[in-house]
């Protein structure tokens, strides 16, 4: 069975500074999609980045980026230059290419010290 | 642009009492997804639908019925509330089959008590 795995229940980092958040997955899948999501206090679920497992470069969307090391079943996003808005839940997000269905870790909540 | 809706956003339900969670969707997407939020799970998948006239059965579907009798309406029924049903309710939609790195637009959610 897919599995995904978000092994930090909660992280702080200072703003301004930058930020690792872990993922790590189980598929047998050799084709399949990554996601990161935020969900705010607001309770809305927002992408932050998405990657195909097929591309070996990195995805980034402007102060996010993900390390995304296959062979280790890795997927972590780094978040940078760390902003207040930034704090949140983050969830990692696994879709296999042959199934509807998404899978999503357990989620890290993120703080952002002022 | 609307996007995904969901409505109640809030409701509080006694035990044993049946109610509908409406989502809809303007995008024209053909998948549609049920998820449950509770605290140190993330989210898991109760029901979802491929197309109109669809629906299949996801992590947890017991005590939860699906409709999709509309491309637009996934429709989310709680025939005897529990209180183990207390939870956060998202509906997603998502286009079609080959757009394999489209995500998921979600709607709000819906905050459900059952007391």
């Known amino acids: 069975a897919q599995t995904v795995t978000q092994s930090q229940p909660e992280m702080s980092v200072q703003e301004a500074e930058t930020v690792t958040l872990s993922c790590t997955y189980d598929t047998s899948e050799s084709d399949y999609y990554l996601f990161w999501y935020k969900q705010p206090p607001s309770r809305q679920m927002i992408l932050v980045i998405r990657q195909e497992a097929y591309k070996q470069q990195n995805a980034t969307e402007n102060r996010f980026s993900v390390n995304f090391q296959k062979a280790a079943k890795s997927f972590s996003l780094k978040i940078s230059d760390s902003q207040l808005g930034d704090a949140a839940m983050y969830f990692c997000a696994h879709r296999g290419s042959g199934t509807y269905k998404y899978i999503f870790g357990t989620g890290t909540r993120l703080k952002v010290l002022a | 642009n609307a996007g995904v809706t969901q409505t109640p956003k809030f409701r509080v339900l006694k035990t044993g009492q049946s109610m509908t969670l409406l989502c809809a969707q303007d995008m024209n997407h053909e998948y549609m997804y049920w998820y449950r939020q509770d605290p140190g799970m993330g989210l898991r998948l109760i029901h979802y639908?491929?197309?109109?006239?669809?629906?299949a059965k996801g992590e947890v579907p017991d005590g939860y019925n699906v409709s999709r009798l509309k491309k637009q309406n996934f429709l989310l029924g709680l025939e005897s509330a529990a209180p183990s049903q207390t939870s956060v309710y998202f509906c997603?939609?998502?286009?079609?089959?080959?757009?394999?790195?489209?995500?998921?637009?979600f709607g709000d959610g819906t905050r459900l008590s059952i007391l």
């Open positions: 997603a939609s998502r286009v079609g089959w080959f757009t394999g790195n489209q995500p998921q637009h």
């Open positions: 639908s491929v197309g109109e006239g669809t629906t």
